[in-house]
Nanobody, 117 residues
Framework: QVQLVESGGGLVQPGGSLTLSCATS????????LSWYRQAPGKERELVAV???????QITDSVKGRFTISRDNAKSTVYLQMNSLTPEDTAVYYC???????????WGQGTQVTVSS
């Protein structure tokens, strides 16, 4: 059974940092493309960052230079390090895992990130 469990969200002040984790099980983690998406209230879910099995990363322009995606194959966990957070980063953050670029993602339940003073 495939499981993805996000953690690490919370309330943070503007300019602060958070690290999200997504612990997974039930699939061959090291072979999968992993990603972080986010969905703000009233908006569509958007891609934030992707990391391939070879650890090649893609970061969306709005967070480039502030967010970093990484993976630990030994722990079957993917991370999203978020720095210099702004209120515009407030959203539910979801991790996804898929076997190939054309495949559908498995999803976690999401973790709320709120950036506010």
């Amino acid at each position: 059974q495939v499981q993805l469990v996000e953690s690490g969200g919370g309330l943070v002040q503007p300019g602060g940092s958070l690290t999200l984790s997504c612990a997974t099980s039930g699939f061959f983690f090291s072979h999968y493309i992993l990603s972080w998406y986010r969905q703000a209230p009233g908006k569509e879910r958007e891609l934030v960052a992707v990391i391939t099995p070879l650890s090649v990363t893609q970061i969306t322009d709005s967070v480039k230079g502030r967010f970093t995606i990484s993976r630990d194959n030994a722990k079957s966990t993917v991370y999203l390090q978020m720095n210099s957070l702004t209120p515009e980063d407030t959203a539910v953050y979801y991790c996804g895992a898929k076997a190939g670029w054309a495949a559908n993602n498995y999803w976690g339940q999401g973790t709320q990130v709120t950036v506010s003073s």
